[in-house]
């Protein structure tokens, strides 16, 4: 019974490849994240969306393009791959309103490695 | 860029109290204050989080001043479990809000 699972937990891949990491929420939450924590430990956001709808956009290269096909997913296709993408990529979902703790959830990680 | 400033790191003997200072001397009147962690190689976990009122959960303690320039997460009977890296996040309340993790103190807890 998983809050917030990503897929896969671990991606090895060449400079220039495409790939996607996929997560899924079933805690009814409407909103979701995508974060980066590079190799210094720094976590940063990068997108949010909100009824599938994208509220923050961080300044992220065009390579990275979020999709979310319904509230309980938000999926990060990554084009082109460099050096400087290999991280740790988080996604979280939380539940917009004025009501309860407003926190967030984070999935467990997807660690990118670029070759 | 993060509108908080932790100390890099801290240790604490297992079964005493772990106090967590946390300076926040920009905050507006509507942000509140949030404290997360993150135990090694795992997402980072919701703990606490206060406006102005001191609040206690299950987890943990939060202290705040009265001029809400600073704050301590207090953890009462620290356990190895805690040994990890504590976050402490001002932000508005709402989900549109961004949280902006800063560098966190490492809390190292030694038997």
């Known amino acids: 019974d998983t809050a917030v699972s990503q897929t896969p937990k671990y991606l090895v891949t060449q400079m220039g490849n495409d790939k996607s990491i996929k997560c899924e929420q079933n805690?009814?939450?409407?909103?979701m994240y995508w974060y980066k924590q590079d190799s210094k430990k720094f976590l940063k956001i990068m997108f949010s969306?909100?009824?599938?709808?994208?509220?923050i956009n961080e300044t992220v290269p065009n390579r990275f393009s979020p999709k979310s096909p319904d509230k309980a997913h938000l999926n990060l296709h990554i084009n082109s791959l460099e050096l400087g993408d290999s991280a740790v990529y988080f996604c979280?979902?939380?539940?917009?309103?004025?009501?309860?703790?407003?926190?967030?959830?984070f999935g467990p990680g997807t660690r990118l490695t670029v070759l | 860029d993060a509108k908080t400033t932790q100390p890099t790191s801290m240790d604490c003997a297992e079964g005493r109290a772990a106090n967590l200072p946390c300076n926040h001397s920009?905050?507006?009147?509507?942000?509140?204050v949030y404290w997360y962690r993150q135990i090694h190689s795992q997402g980072p976990q919701y703990i606490i989080h206060?406006?102005?009122n001191n609040e206690t959960n299950e987890m943990a303690s939060l202290i705040i001043t009265e001029d809400r320039k600073s704050s301590t997460l207090i953890l009462p009977h620290a356990t190895l479990r805690d040994t990890a890296v504590y976050y402490c996040i001002v932000r508005a309340y709402s989900s549109a809000s961004k949280i902006i993790f800063g560098s966190g103190t490492r809390l190292s807890i030694r038997p």
């Open positions: 920009t905050i507006s009147g509507n942000e509140y």
């Open positions: 969306y909100n009824n599938k709808e994208l509220i």
């Open positions: 206060g406006l102005k």
């Open positions: 979280a979902s939380s539940q917009s309103g004025t009501s309860g703790r407003n926190e967030q959830f």
């Open positions: 805690l009814g939450h409407d909103t």
